[in-house]
């Protein structure tokens, strides 16, 4: 918003300064050039997006099959639910849908706390000034780097039953006598699937977060100590508040993502039951059972949500904001 | 009230839970990939004991997975798909950019929030009018496909960066350029894109690794092995039995996967963090 305004006096000054008679038109000219400029990567974006959002919202009302889709005949919303029968159909009839939102839910919660609580940790270890300090920063780059499904596959045999260093490091430390089956049983595999992902995804909630620190000025501090004020007292009044609208975005950031999870669970647990997420359960309707309509359903549902959670999220950041004067 | 400096042993104490807490932090970020490595050396018997020192060195997974798996050729299809990806979305995004940085025009914020949505919507969202897409376009288990799908999370990806860093350069550099009565196609090609370089490699490096390491269009376009990229190469490698896997092989081509990446991350960490966050921090 404010660098908006900023280019808009600057150009405004600027077209003041040089063609006060004309300044108008130059500002028509350019807002036409304007367009032009961000013509091809609309029409890209248009046509490599818009559009198969809205033909999936199309298929999704209809009976068509991913072997032939041109065949499709409309059937309104029973793709969602229909009653029609002695039984319920579709997806919203489905308890495996129910199964993989529960899922979601469950693992975007559980990680994006996890990560914003140990994110936090290790940027005020970031923060501090000690040797090495730049050689862990480099360290935590790896995790956020490294490729998902290769982290996946890494933890799925860091997490081996048999052979796995888990189970190795966990019994020879005492915490347990038989080798635990992380990956294979229902209560344990989400936890599994959870542990890889804040391993991955927390350096980049530190990165955020230490980034925001960063420019926090030092004498905001030292006067707070000069005032006696506690180290608890100045993270809670001063780094906490200076650092929320950044924290806010990186939570957008990381809910987002997690919500849409979908190549950890479908290499590390198989899509299992106890893990299925509902990117992975469209993707099976869709691809392997090749329902291209109930597929394209559950789509419009994913993306219902995330959208749903996505508007909750500036509103609410909009009037926490607004309750402490903005965030400029 | 006055400063009371903490006593000696107080300070002490911090220092020590500092560097203990970094010696953790560091472990646990590497940890997992050093144990990758380990394991890509050893073989046969040897894996089924858990070991953190490497005692051998043998690099004959190395050279099994290049030779027989097919990996080396996923290397050179994701390469090829990031880098065609990446170039793709630069250059339509260095005008767009502009025009969203520096020109005020009548819809732009509306524009650059539709653009913010695209970046952050769900994949498979897109899966089954993509399915249509590519059909039409014959691009079925073609290297095309990925790329024509990879569009959808990587162009509103560069244009968003490259439009924040587009308004952090200096304002006067266009009004030489008007006062020269140099065109605003010159003052791009010629003024900006020169300054924007630094720009264009920290966005074009990010929306690499994205396009190096997505899965799902890559798993689901694609089907004949020799047009695989390398996660979904991984995903599928399969052992003599179904029910054991080649764990050698599959970290051996996972350290194949990740090193390109890590190394690029180590020569440009200070361009790839500051990219990252500047989005948030600024926005």
């Given at each position: ?328 | ?89 630069l250059l339509v995004s260095i005008t767009a950019s502009f025009a969203l940085a520096r020109i005020q025009f009548r819809g732009k914020g509306t524009l650059l ?171």
């Amino acid at each position: 918003m404010t660098l908006a305004t900023e280019t808009q006096t600057r150009s405004r000054g600027l077209a003041a300064r040089f063609f006060n008679h004309r300044d108008l038109s130059l500002m028509q000219r350019r807002a036409r050039s304007a367009w032009l400029l961000v013509a091809p990567a609309l029409i890209l974006l248009f046509s490599v997006a818009a559009w198969p959002l809205l033909r999936t919202f199309y298929y999704s009302l209809t009976d068509a099959s991913l072997n032939a889709p041109g065949e499709a005949a409309f059937i309104g919303l029973s793709n969602y639910l229909d009653m029609g029968g002695d039984f319920a159909f579709g997806v919203l009839a489905d308890p495996l849908w129910w199964r993989a939102v529960t899922n979601t839910l469950l693992f975007s919660a559980t990680t994006v706390s996890m990560e914003l609580v140990l994110g936090m940790l290790v940027a005020l270890l970031l923060h501090q000034k000690f040797a090495g300090r730049t050689i862990l920063r480099t360290a935590m780059l790896i995790p956020w780097a490294i490729p998902t499904i290769v982290s996946a596959k890494m933890w799925g045999w860091m997490f081996h039953d048999q052979y796995g260093v888990v189970n190795d490091l966990l019994a020879k430390l005492g915490f347990i006598e038989e080798p635990l089956a992380w990956v294979a049983v229902p209560e344990l595999s989400m936890w599994a699937v959870i542990i890889a992902e804040v391993w991955k995804t927390t350096p980049f909630m530190a990165l955020m977060l230490l980034a925001a620190l960063q420019m926090i000025p030092e004498d905001l501090y030292e006067s707070a100590r000069l005032e006696g004020a506690s180290a608890w007292q100045r993270f809670w009044r001063i780094t906490l508040p200076l650092i929320k609208p950044a924290m806010i975005v990186a939570l957008i950031f990381r809910t987002l993502d997690a919500l849409r999870v979908f190549d950890l669970i479908y290499v590390l647990t198989s899509n299992s039951e106890a893990t299925i997420s509902i990117s992975g359960y469209s993707r099976q309707l869709l691809v392997e059972y090749q329902d291209m309509g109930g597929g394209s359903a559950a789509s419009v549902l994913v993306f219902m949500l995330v959208a749903g959670v996505a508007v909750s999220y500036l509103f609410i950041g909009r009037v926490k904001l607004n309750e402490t004067g903005g965030h400029h | 009230m006055s400063f009371t400096p903490a006593p000696r042993w107080h300070k002490l104490l911090g220092r020590t839970g500092l560097y203990l807490a970094a010696v953790v932090v560091f472990v646990v970020s590497v940890f997992p990939f050093y144990y990758a490595f380990l394991t890509s050396l050893r073989s046969g018997q040897d894996l089924f004991t858990p070991s953190y020192l490497p005692e051998v060195f043998d690099w004959s997974n190395y050279v099994s997975v290049l030779s027989d798996t097919g990996i080396a050729r996923s290397l050179f299809n994701s390469f090829a798909v990031a880098t065609l990806t990446v170039g793709g979305c630069l250059l339509v995004s260095i005008t767009a950019s502009f025009a969203l940085a520096r020109i005020q025009f009548r819809g732009k914020g509306t524009l650059l929030l539709t653009i913010l949505c695209f970046s952050m919507f769900p994949q498979v969202a897109v899966l089954s009018g993509m399915f249509e897409l590519i059909r039409l376009f014959g691009l079925y288990d073609n290297l095309g496909a990925l790329i024509l799908s990879y569009l959808t999370f990587s162009l509103p990806f560069t244009v968003w960066v490259l439009t924040t860093f587009m308004r952090s350069l200096p304002g006067d550099l266009e009004e030489a350029g008007i006062m020269d009565g140099a065109s605003l196609w010159v003052t791009i090609t010629r003024i900006y894109a020169p300054l924007l370089a630094p720009a264009m490699i920290t966005t074009g490096l990010l929306a690499f690794i994205g396009a190096w390491n997505e899965f799902m269009f890559a798993l689901t376009f694609v089907i004949s092995p020799e047009n695989r990229t390398v996660p979904v190469a991984i995903s599928m490698l399969q052992g003599a039995s179904r029910f054991e896997l080649p764990w050698a092989n599959i970290m051996a081509s996972s350290v194949l996967a990740t090193l390109p990446i890590i190394v690029l991350v180590l020569i440009f960490q200070r361009r790839i963090v500051s990219g990252l966050t500047s989005g948030a921090v600024k926005g």
